[in-house]
């Protein structure tokens, strides 16, 4: 019998801890905690452990499709729990679906090859987690013209509408993207997008949800 790991429920409790200790790190500058001579390297952390987030959230959006895909629906179930038939029907076009452009579009297109219920790309949580791609995808290929003016308009807005709270560290004042945005709020809706998204899916695939195991991880580490 063949037991398959979720490497994403890795990447969601990762994302928990560093979340947690962005926090912290917030609360410590807030309250004059951090020696004036430590707030540049307190800022540098923190601004890597928000990025590190968003780069971890999108990984576990892309192990997961690839896992349905090229496993099958079920496969966290092992060989036993696999929908054989939709597995081998999905291998037919797991080549299609790779190259398809843009991780929600490989969920979409996954979806409407099963005839299952559709995603609407327009409402959340489908809309949050095409914002944290685009912000995901600014970083990764981040340009100097990004910082000021912020190279996509529409992404700003969008990013500005969440109205999460901004980073409290220096750099912040200067520029809001990297700097402002990459705060513990986004973090935050980070990982409850994706999470939300997810579980989402899975409940249209109605073949168990393997991220179930990242609830049970952040538990035990809060106790």
């Known amino acids: 019998m063949r037991v398959s790991y979720?490497?994403?429920?890795?990447?969601?409790?990762?994302?928990?801890?560093?979340?947690?200790?962005?926090?912290?790190?917030?609360?410590?500058?807030?309250?004059?905690?951090?020696?004036?001579e430590q707030v540049r390297i307190a800022e540098i952390k923190h601004k890597g452990l928000i990025s590190a987030v968003i780069m971890q959230c999108c990984a576990a959006l892309e192990s997961s499709i690839y896992q349905v895909v090229h496993d099958g629906p079920g496969w966290h179930k092992g060989s036993n729990g696999i929908n054989l038939d939709?597995?081998?029907?999905?291998?037919?076009?797991?080549?299609?679906?790779?190259?398809?452009?843009?991780?929600?579009?490989?969920?979409?297109?996954?979806?409407d090859l099963l005839k299952l219920e559709p995603l609407d790309l327009g409402k959340n949580p489908n809309q949050s987690v095409i914002i944290l791609v685009a912000l995901r995808n600014e970083l990764v290929?981040?340009?100097?013209?990004?910082?000021?003016?912020?190279?996509?308009?529409?992404?700003?807005?969008?990013?500005?509408?969440?109205?999460?709270?901004?980073?409290?560290?220096?750099?912040?004042?200067?520029?809001?993207?990297?700097?402002?945005c990459l705060s513990a709020d986004c973090g935050k809706w980070s990982l409850e997008s994706t999470v939300n998204f997810l579980n989402?899916?899975?409940?249209?695939?109605?073949?168990?949800?393997?991220?179930?195991?990242?609830?049970?991880m952040c538990d035990t580490i809060a106790g």
Request: aromatic share 12%; glycine share 2%.
């Open 6 to 36: 979720s490497i994403a429920c890795q990447y969601l409790a990762a994302s928990e801890l560093f979340i947690r200790e962005a926090i912290l790190l917030e609360s410590n500058f807030n309250n004059s905690l951090i020696p004036e």
């Open 86 to 111: 939709q597995k081998n029907y999905l291998n037919k076009f797991k080549d299609l679906i790779d190259k398809t452009q843009g991780v929600v579009e490989r969920f979409k297109v996954v979806l």
């Open 141 to 180: 290929h981040f340009k100097p013209v990004a910082v000021i003016p912020f190279d996509d308009e529409k992404l700003l807005k969008k990013l500005k509408s969440l109205n999460l709270n901004e980073s409290p560290f220096p750099g912040a004042k200067s520029i809001f993207f990297p700097n402002a």
């Open 200 to 216: 989402s899916f899975y409940l249209k695939l109605n073949a168990g949800n393997p991220i179930e195991h990242y609830k049970e």
